[in-house]
């Protein structure tokens, strides 16, 4: 979260990409930083996964990622 903010600071559009796992935390983060930054999130869990599960999250995501970062 705080590296999505910053790089918003910065005019670099971003988007978090987290496991679903996180979404209440992303949101109390958000607040407490006072930003809103796009959000992206994927099923969880993410760490006992195989790279060929993780890159097929990845591809699932990544249209979601792209709408997301341009309407941003």
Do not use: C, N, Y
């Not at 790089?7 to 006072?34: C, D, K, N, T, Y």
């Amino acid at each position: 979260m705080h590296d999505i903010v910053d790089l918003e600071g910065r005019g670099i559009p971003g988007v978090l990409i987290a496991s679903s796992e996180f979404v209440g935390a992303a949101e109390a983060q958000a607040r407490a930083l006072g930003a809103d930054p796009a959000r992206v999130f994927v099923p969880h869990p993410i760490q006992d996964r195989t790279d060929a599960e993780i890159r097929a999250l990845a591809d699932g995501a990544l249209e979601e990622v792209l709408q997301t970062l341009t309407r941003a």
